[in-house]
């Protein structure tokens, strides 16, 4: 449900704006919010812990090492 609301809301508002673009960006969100409030849900059932300090600092390392490719090294 929430992520049908989201999508809803979002749609209304990026997809004017931004057309094919914003669809994406709403697509993605809503499914970060579909998956999010089923983590929160489930983990009132059982609780499975997830590395996500080593997740972040791993997105980090891509991030910077995509940043320093595209910046440094293809100028």
């Not at 999508?7 to 994406?24: C, F, I, R, W």
């Not at 983990?43 to 090492?65: E, N």
């Amino acid at each position: 449900m929430a992520g049908a609301v989201v999508n809803l809301a979002l749609n209304a508002l990026l997809v004017p704006t931004y057309g094919a673009a914003g669809a994406a960006w709403v697509s993605v969100l809503t499914y970060a919010t579909f998956s999010f409030v089923g983590l929160a849900m489930y983990r009132r059932i059982d609780i499975i812990r997830y590395p996500f300090g080593q997740t972040a600092l791993a997105l980090l390392g891509m991030a910077v090492t995509y940043m320093a490719i595209q910046y440094g090294v293809m100028k």
